[in-house]
C-alpha cells in the first residue's frame, strides 16, 4: 500500500496541529510554514478532516483550526481514511458478500489479501495521535520547516 501525498501531508500537519493547538487554534499558514507545505493545498486537507469530524475551525482574528477531540481519541486510521478513502490495498469482490465474486468458492488468493487488509487496518487504528505525540516530544527540536525534507 503506498499513501498519496494526501495521507502522508495531512498526518504531518495533524501532528503540527495537536502538538500546537493545545491552548489556541492553530492557523494554516503556521503549519504550512512549520511543515513546508502549500497553504492551498493544506486548507484543501483541513476541509475533509473537518468534514470526517477530526478538526474544527474557529473564525475570526485568533481563529485557526483545533483538534475536534482528543488526540487519544484519534486513530491513525481515521485520518488516513479521511484523507484517502479506503485503506484496502486489494479490491477483492470475494471479502465483500453484498458485491459477490464468481470465483470466491475457490479462489485461495482471497485469504492473502483478507490479512493483509487486516492487517493494515489494525496496525492503523492502534496507533492514536497522542501516542504519535509522545513520540515526537521524544525527538530533539528541529528548525522551522524541518519538515521539508521529511519523505513522510
Known sequence: MKLSTKG?????????LALYSETEPVSINTIAERQGLSERYLEQLMALLKKNGIVKSIRGASGGYSLAKPAS????????????????PVDCGGLNPEEGCSASGTCVTKYVWQRINESITNTVDEIMLDQILAESRKMPEQPSGSGRNCKG
Open 8 to 16: 502522508r501531508y495531512g498526518l504531518r500537519a495533524l501532528i503540527d
Open 73 to 88: 481519541e484519534i486513530s491513525v486510521g481515521d485520518i488516513l481514511r479521511a484523507l484517502e478513502g479506503n485503506l484496502e
